[in-house]
């Protein structure tokens, strides 16, 4: 079955400091691979996603992520975080349909 | 953005009752989801369309009923509502492309349902 995790439940990050955010995937062949953001409050918004070709791929609100076949893995990577970025984050995968891991928030300290 | 409306945005409604909320779409996708966002529980999916008349259920689909009449609308109804189903509902909708695996999701607002 197709499965998405996501082991980091909390991580609290210094404005300024480099973020990084874990997602592996399960799943028969590679999937569509997305991040999404959800502020509080808000809906989701789709931050990039993944098809095939370049492992890196680059997204909206300077976020990228890199693709690793062999580790089965989407991570997505932020060089510099700003408050604003404090929020819920979504790996997602897409075969038949979309399979959601159970989120990462991310509180940004001043 | 993606044309996606999800209304009611909030309801309060009584233990008992039958309630339906309704998602619409302009953009003309195959699929239509509805799931339901819990502390701790992140999104999980109640039922799926893939088409007109085409329902699947997903993995939280006890107490919930869909319809999908036409391509635009798909109503999602709790068709006896417990305390338990107080939750934000998201409605998404994606496309298919290549060998049929599905798109990236739009989302809707979110309705938040609280049953007394």
């Known amino acids: 079955a197709q499965s998405v995790t996501q082991p980091d439940i909390h991580i609290t990050v210094s404005e300024g400091a480099s973020l990084e955010l874990r997602c592996n995937y399960s799943?028969?062949?590679?999937?569509?691979l997305f991040w999404y953001v959800q502020s509080p409050g808000q809906g989701l918004q789709l931050l990039l996603k993944y098809f095939s070709g370049d492992t890196l791929v680059q997204g909206i609100k300077g976020f990228e992520a890199e693709f690793k076949r062999s580790q089965s893995s989407f991570n997505l990577r932020k060089p510099s975080v700003h408050w604003s970025d404090a929020a819920e984050y979504f790996c997602v995968a897409a075969g038949n349909k979309l399979t959601f891991g159970g989120g990462t928030r991310v509180l940004v300290k001043p | 953005d993606a044309g996606i409306t999800q209304s009611p945005r909030h309801k309060v409604t009584e233990t008992g009752t039958p309630v339906t909320l309704r998602c619409h779409q302009t953009e003309n996708h195959r699929y239509m989801y509805w799931y339901r966002q819990d502390p701790g529980h992140g999104l999980r999916l109640i039922h799926y369309s893939y088409g007109v008349k085409d329902t699947d259920k997903g993995e939280v689909s006890d107490g919930y009923s869909v319809s999908r009449s036409k391509t635009e609308d798909f109503l999602l109804t709790l068709e006896s509502a417990t305390s338990s189903q107080t939750s934000v509902y998201f409605c998404?909708?994606?496309?298919?492309?290549?060998?049929?695996?599905?798109?990236?999701?739009?989302f809707g607002q979110g309705t938040r349902l609280t049953v007394v």
């Open positions: 799943y028969g062949a590679t999937p569509y």
């Open positions: 998404a909708i994606s496309n298919t492309q290549g060998g049929g695996d599905v798109t990236e999701a739009f």
